[in-house]
């Protein structure tokens, strides 16, 4: 089991500079009360004093945000100048002498701070608790009392709003600093908090509203700026100041935000107190969204199975064991299997949710000890297509750029994403951009925020209908090369296919007024957009599952592809074709090996030369064939030649679809072993229930989106006793082959020892550099921020023909209108943790969201219980009467297992990958009946309508 050593994961206390780093390459040199320091022309005197090492006392300033200076608490003396100037807004100028600590300077701020402290609570709980800023700079400037007295006017009075499950506003201890203000619009980009009144009748305010009610999406920012006790998390309020801080990685989304864990108490008495956004983080940069920063409670849920457990048939009861006992059951089971069926009648699935270490260890026991390719991942039903279409374009299989890229574009192509509820750290910084002045394009059937939302508006909407996404690209192209708008020295010396691909392109069929019907979009804003992602200069194109969840996903993986080295937009900041990554691991759990055509680092298990690497280090032979699929597991269990599972923090009873197959093969096994965090959907067939280890007991790394490797720090021992990968290497030693590692550690080493990409990576450099985005090798070794500059990594890129097929789910008269899914900000992926915290007080249920016409042909009313169903089965949900979505297409989360989405959706999936066509399935949805209601065993009163209205259950409008 993993040991914590404290000594070398407490966190420094992260120095705030005051304002933020400027980017020149001119120096100016200052001396500062003395001491003398270089830094970027038009830095302020705040930050060089800072980084000289003295600290400027401060309400207003913080070096996440822009220069305010509105408390008059920084004031120094400049030589020469005129005044006391405040140090934030004051750049520095070579040879500037300032003076920090003069008598006039100190009798000044002495001054401003008694006038802050008069309307200030004396019995603060922060100062008490040592989380205000307002004691430690009433003693750094010397204030014993509070001259003007404490009777006259005050906010002492003001009504603390509760309203957020999370944290509290106490307008009492507020100073009107604007912080927490600034923060919502610079950082997060909301908008949702303003100063209301004037004077001494200022207000932060909510909207008008309470926090809960109002635009806030509670991601922290206005929390993490407030220097006062106005704004604190509860769990600080109920335990009190952390004592210590591990630097760790985020286990939700692929944007993979880096956080101090700020925690009291050690081993198994440790307690999380708050989770703060770090700073350096390379992804997040001390950003985060509500789950990360508050939703990690489900690690210390009641739910959570704590030991391990077997039953010999999925009708009896669970009963609890030790872990031999579990461990000698898994392997004998899955040996009798072998003995009596087959090396292949056994398989494994991997976890996007696990860290690369315990990834690589199951996809070794697959291939070492059950001796067969049969291992998957759940990459497989989202982004498969990715890999596939990108490595046959480029020669890799991850997108091109880092986030910090899109800082650099001038044109935005975003395809089949919602970034503000999938994605929102990275939506941030993708919506400052766009308020500094680049466009984007939206090309998604659904009105998403980015169509229209504070000081963010589109160019173009291009509402493209479900399932002709090829169409739509190929009629992009179309445009680019008919119109000469392609970049000639680019496509003749980067890429090849290029001849037969032009004239592909150039067929009157692609034209955007061919493609009209089909799309249903207007040839000539399609034009317009195509000619404005030509123009960039600079031009990106960011896509999700919007494009690969289909049956052409791979195809119009390859289409995007296309479409940049048309326009010559890759090979440089502010361009690529980069995919927003859905779970935390879904990189990482490619680049593992967990395909079963694919050992790590995507080589084809053909080929002799990277199969030798591996026999010779793991002293086995490896199969040269690919093993199943996950798709290809199910068939063969109903067909009986495949008997035996082990699923490592899946649920695919939920995720995958169509339902009924997915449990008929899961009944049809067997033995099924689960490892998770709790008995999930896929639990209720399992014959060995194996407990899992939460992102805050692992120790190894993750890979976000942009191919960055985080460190994943164990912040507590496990709490059931074991490491995951610590439990499949005991597995695969109980069927007889032995493997063992010391520490995640030792697992990186083999990894990196054995993948060319990874080949400079290892725990020690990522400690020293915090995180490396790959290929990380000697000839880059610090790691590839932007991908492909230069060559292609296959060479030349290979421009592919891409045909549209449509889709063979259509809508009929049977099923009349098509079904597409999606996220929502406050949930995560089948709802597991996210369903565990206080995060369900804005999305309890999962709604049916469905085009006023279209409600009002079948009598649907807004709240509305209804039946959705398809041609391989129905479900109920909550009607949303909303115009986000076109007429004739309706929208869905799967986030609650009791909705069952996933019921509905059917087996299509993708040419190339198997990926499920989630996207698009043709339905019918009616009222739900009484009747039927009570068929179904549910209560007239048993689904709730009454939800939040503000921007975190915006569905709702």
Not at 762 to 767: H, Q
Request: net charge negative; glycine share 8%; proline share 5%.
């Amino acid at each position: 089991m993993t040991t914590i050593d404290e000594s070398t994961v407490i966190a420094e206390q992260e120095t705030d500079y005051g304002t933020p780093r400027v980017a020149s390459d001119e120096t100016a040199t200052v001396t500062v009360d003395g001491r003398e320091v270089s830094v970027p022309a038009g830095t302020s005197v705040m930050r060089a004093a800072a980084e000289a090492g003295i600290e400027i006392p401060k309400l207003c300033a913080t070096d996440s945000l822009a220069a305010f200076g509105s408390c008059r608490l920084c004031l120094v003396e400049v030589e020469g100048g005129k005044g006391t100037p405040a140090s934030c807004t004051t750049p520095c100028s070579d040879g500037m002498v300032v003076r920090t600590d003069t008598e006039q300077v100190q009798d000044l701020r002495r001054n401003v701070m008694e006038l802050y402290l008069s309307d200030h609570p004396t019995d603060c709980d922060g100062c008490a608790r040592g989380s205000c800023e307002m004691q430690k700079w009433a003693r750094a400037t010397g204030v014993a009392e509070v001259r003007y007295g404490l009777d006259g006017a005050s906010h002492l009075a003001d009504t603390t709003d509760h309203s957020n499950p999370y944290f509290d506003y106490d307008p009492a201890a507020c100073i009107v600093c604007s912080r927490c203000v600034r923060a919502c619009s610079e950082t997060q980009g909301t908008f949702a908090l303003t100063v209301d009144g004037r004077g001494f009748d200022s207000r932060v305010s909510a909207g008008g509203t309470d926090f809960l009610n109002s635009e806030c999406v509670s991601c922290g920012a206005c929390v993490q700026a407030c220097p006062t006790d106005a704004l604190t998390e509860r769990s600080v309020v109920q335990l009190g100041m952390p004592t210590r801080s591990v630097v760790t990685t985020c286990a939700y989304c692929g944007v993979g935000c880096s956080f101090k864990a700020e925690v009291q108490g050690s081993g198994e008495d440790t307690r999380v107190v708050r989770m703060t956004p770090w700073k350096d983080g390379g992804a997040n940069e001390g950003h985060s969204c509500v789950k990360g920063r508050f939703a990690y409670g489900y690690a210390a849920h009641d739910d959570r199975q704590m030991e391990p457990m077997v039953r010999d048939s999925i009708d009896d009861e669970w009963r609890v064991v030790s872990w031999d006992e579990a461990i000698a059951k898994v392997a004998d089971g899955f040996r009798a299997i072998q003995d009596e069926h087959g090396v292949g009648y056994i398989g494994g699935i991997s976890s996007s949710r696990c860290t690369n270490e315990e990834v690589y260890v199951v996809q070794k026991m697959v291939r070492a000890a059950f001796g067969n390719n049969n291992v998957d991942t759940c990459a497989r039903v989202c982004h498969s297509p990715t890999g596939y279409g990108l490595n046959h374009a480029f020669g890799t299989s991850a997108g091109t750029q880092d986030f910090r890229s899109v800082e650099q574009a001038d044109v935005i192509l975003l395809i089949g994403a919602n970034p503000t509820d999938a994605h929102p750290v990275f939506a941030s910084r993708m919506k400052k951009r766009l308020r500094a002045g680049a466009r984007i394009i939206v090309a998604d059937p659904r009105r998403i925020d980015l169509v229209r939302s504070p000081h963010v508006e589109a160019s173009f909407h291009l509402p493209v209908r479900p399932g002709t996404n090829v169409a739509f690209v190929n009629a992009m192209a179309h445009v680019i090369v008919t119109e000469g708008l392609l970049d000639e020295e680019f496509v003749r010396s980067r890429t090849e296919g290029t001849d037969g691909y032009l004239e592909f392109i150039a067929q009157p069929e692609h034209s955007p007024e061919a493609t009209e019907s089909e799309t249903g979009i207007p040839a000539p804003e399609l034009r317009a957009a195509a000619r404005l992602y030509a123009a960039g200069p600079n031009s990106a194109i960011y896509y999700g599952l919007g494009v690969t969840e289909h049956s052409q996903g791979s195809t119009m993986v390859m289409g995007m592809a296309n479409l940049a080295m048309l326009t010559g937009n890759l090979g440089r900041e502010g361009v690529g074709v980069n995919p927003l990554r859905g779970q935390n691991n879904v990189q990482g759990s490619c680049d593992m090996g967990s395909f079963p055509h694919e050992l790590p680092g995507y080589r084809h298990v053909s080929r002799a030369d990277v199969r030798d690497i591996y026999e010779s280090l793991w002293g086995v032979t490896i199969q040269p064939e690919p093993g199943l699929r996950i798709p290809n597991m199910f068939d063969s269990a109903i067909g009986g030649s495949f008997l035996g599972l082990y699923v490592q923090g899946e649920d695919i009873a939920q995720s995958d679809p169509n339902t009924q197959h997915v449990e008929a093969a899961l009944r049809a096994m067997e033995l099924v072993v689960v490892q998770d965090l709790f008995l999930n959907e896929t639990a209720r067939f399992a014959h060995v229930f194996l407990p899992g280890a939460s992102f805050l007991e692992k120790d190894g790394t993750f890979t976000n989106a942009e191919r960055r490797l985080n460190r994943v720090r164990p912040v507590m021992p496990s709490r059931v006793g074991k490491d995951e990968w610590q439990v499949v290497c005991e597995i695969a030693t109980a069927m007889g082959y032995p493997m063992s590692y010391g520490s995640a550690a030792e697992i990186m080493e083999e990894i990196a020892a054995t993948t060319p990409t990874f080949a400079g990576v290892s725990f020690a450099r990522l400690d020293a550099e915090g995180s490396m985005q790959w290929p990380v090798t000697d000839a880059a070794p610090h790691g590839t921020p932007t991908m492909h500059v230069g060559q292609f990594v296959r060479g030349l890129g290979q421009l592919t023909p891409t045909v549209y097929v449509p889709t063979t789910e259509r809508a009929n008269r049977r099923f009349p209108l098509v079904l597409t899914t999606g996220r929502i900000l406050s949930q995560y992926n089948v709802g597991a943790q996210t369903r565990r915290t206080p995060n369900s007080t804005w999305h309890p249920e999962d709604v049916l969201e469905i085009h006023p016409s279209d409600a009002e042909l079948r009598g649907i009313s807004d709240g509305d219980v209804v039946e959705l169903s398809s041609r391989v089965g129905a479900t109920r949900l909550t009607a949303l009467v909303s115009e986000r979505m076109p007429a004739g297409v309706v929208y869905t989360t799967f986030h609650h297992p009791v909705t069952g989405a996933n019921v509905v959706t059917t087996e299509n999936s993708d040419w190339a990958t198997n990926c499920p066509e989630y996207k698009v399935t043709a339905v019918q949805v009616t009222v739900a009946t009484e009747a039927s209601r009570a068929e179904a065993g549910e209560a007239p009163e048993a689904v709730s309508h009454d939800m939040p209205v503000g921007a975190m259950a915006r569905h709702r409008r």
